[in-house]
């Protein structure tokens, strides 16, 4: 494999962790966030100062992150607990403006500079680079994946399907509206903040434009274009967005464009997006099983 | 009267100046089906809310087995025992039939952290649940997806899913309303054998015959007060709601 192919394959896979999160928040518990980047930028930010300020490995360090990123999304998710729908939407993408811009002004930050020098992975006495980062980046999002998998599974996930569906009817049931919003922006922003971490020890340099709103809408896309409320769907939706940008190099002035008419016409012929329910790819999966059988 | 299941005192419910309710009292005792009735905009779907906790009176006080439940939340209320139902059904439409059943089922695992990382898709979950589904007629349709069924059976899926709550108390905001001549019957014959099951049953029904018929008391509300109370004969004859209903002038047409 190319060292071009790696690169692309290790932020495909650093984007997809972070497409899972949000398809925690959005799909299965149905509570729009345009502001999902902020988290991604949180989580990088505390691993790169952790480990170059606070001088901890990445594996201390990580924990840590995880913790932050966790509870200023508990924080970031009491909006959600009182504000609906479009309303939700516009809080979200303030909140990810807010917190850009407290990394571009506020020198402990790094300023419009950003963080460099930000040390490697090391695993077993090895420092992580090239193939061996992209095997340890499939390796944490299998690892979200299956904690998505297992979410879905428990009564906490039917908890969040029930809200999603019907607050009202959900609460009439015992499911406390408070505390599952919170668990799932919880969980999902911890997955935007590991994919965060990783991010910040690939590129090992960091600035806060790379956390933006466009990202934001970009992770969205993913969830929306790979099918959202599905296990595999966010991880489609990176590894098609990673690669098309590729495809169309040529056409890199129009690729905001392209994106654009992507997701209008999957909202238009596949809602439920490339993996939802009745899509061509489960009518296709679901007729050669038959045809197995 | 500590016999009583459910008990209101002096309940009150202002929407600024809008008194929808205003000092309400009546008890519901263990294992009796008690009808609210009363012509629109009574207060009878507030009174509700109050009960199931969507509402927090704005005076008054509500107790349920003996504890003051005023105010506090509806997944609480849930938990204490109180099942409810729509008067707009409410149903969770991307999930299946069962789903929709098993959601109600879980309803000891939300509260504590570790019931709720279990997983749902257990068997004896499944069973409980088609068991409840049968008990409505709803097995048939048990993997359907719920936003695909009629009106007729979204009312009995709302009935099967408060059921699957094991409620003490069951609140049926009009769940006769929209349904043909059949499935009323099926209705009531299900309603009737939720109170044979131990269920105590507090209705809102528009539709006198069947509240005359299933209920054994009779709430009668009119601009948010409380206008009788009592058996339904002895409502049926009451010059007092003959009036509230018809109008004055009315009494001598309606006997």
């Known amino acids: 494999m190319s060292e071009y192919s790696i690169t692309i394959g290790t932020l495909i896979a650093i ?93 402990f930050f790094g300023g419009a500079l950003g963080i460099g020098g930000i040390p490697r992975i090391v695993l077993f006495g090895e420092r992580i680079r090239g193939v ?4 340890l980046s499939a390796g944490f999002l299998a690892i979200t994946l299956l904690i998505c998998w297992l979410f879905t599974r428990s009564w906490s996930g039917l908890a969040c399907f029930a809200l999603r569906e019907d607050e009202t009817a959900a609460s009439s049931m015992g499911v406390s509206p408070v505390r599952f919003k919170l668990t799932a922006f919880i969980l999902g922003t911890a ?38 409320g599905t296990l595999w769907g966010p991880v489609l939706g990176a590894l098609v967005l990673g690669i098309l940008p590729e495809v169309f190099r040529p056409l890199t002035d129009y690729r905001m464009f392209l994106y654009a008419a992507l997701l209008l016409l999957m909202i238009r012929f596949q809602p439920g997006g490339l993996l939802g329910e009745n899509s061509l790819a489960r009518q296709t999966l679901s007729r050669l099983k038959g045809g197995k059988s | 009267m500590d016999e009583a299941l459910l008990s209101l005192r002096e309940i009150s419910m202002h929407f600024g100046g809008l008194k929808a309710l205003d000092k309400v009292s009546f008890d519901l ?23 199931s906790g969507v509402y927090r009176p704005t005076s008054g006080e509500i107790r349920f087995r003996g504890t003051r ?49 279990r997983p749902w898709k257990g068997r004896k979950t499944r069973e409980e649940a088609m068991e409840i589904l049968a008990r409505v007629g709803l097995d048939s349709q048990a993997e ?45 014959e299900l309603v009737r054998k939720t109170r044979e099951s131990g269920i105590s049953i507090l209705l809102i029904e528009h539709n006198m015959r069947v509240a005359m018929g299933l209920c054994d008391r009779l709430v009668v509300l009119d601009h948010g007060m409380k206008l009788a109370e009592g058996k339904p004969e002895s409502i049926r004859n009451n010059p007092e709601v003959i009036r509230a209903y018809l109008g004055k002038g009315g009494s001598a047409n309606a006997s």
């Open chain 2, 69 to 117: 439940t005023d105010g506090l939340p509806p997944h609480r209320m849930a938990a204490l025992g109180i099942g409810r139902t729509f008067q707009i059904v409410r149903p969770f439409p991307n999930l299946t039939v069962l789903e929709n059943v098993i959601v109600a089922a879980g309803l000891n695992c939300y509260g504590k952290l570790i019931p709720s990382c």
């Open chain 2, 144 to 188: 359907q997806k719920a936003g695909l069924l009629p009106l007729g059976n979204l009312r009995r899926l709302e009935l099967a899913r408060a059921l699957a709550l094991k409620p003490h108390l069951l609140l049926l905001d009009e769940s006769f309303s929209g349904l043909r001549h059949e499935e009323i019957a099926q209705q009531e």
């Open chain 1, 15 to 107: 984007q997809a962790i972070v497409a899972c999160g949000l398809n925690v928040i959005v799909g299965y518990a149905g509570q729009i966030s345009l502001g999902h980047a902020a988290f991604f930028g949180i989580g990088a930010y505390a691993s790169a100062l952790l480990t170059t300020a606070g001088g901890l490995s990445f594996w201390s360090a990580l924990p840590i992150v995880l913790g932050i990123t966790g509870l200023i999304g508990l924080f970031l998710g009491l909006p959600s607990l009182r504000l609906r729908e479009d309303f939700l939407a516009i809080t979200t993408i303030g909140i990810n403006f807010i917190v850009v811009s407290v990394f571009q002004y506020v020198p």
């Open chain 2, 29 to 51: 005792r263990e294992g009796e089906i008690l009808g609210l009735i009363g012509p629109n905009g009574a207060g009878k779907t507030t009174c509700f809310n109050t009960v």
């Open chain 1, 191 to 228: 997955m935007a903040g590991l994919g965060g971490a990783l991010y910040a020890h690939f590129m090992r340099f960091i600035s806060a434009t790379d956390f933006g709103f466009p990202m934001s809408v970009m992770i969205l896309s993913m969830v929306v274009l790979g099918g959202m």
């Open chain 1, 132 to 135: 061996s980062f992209l095997l």
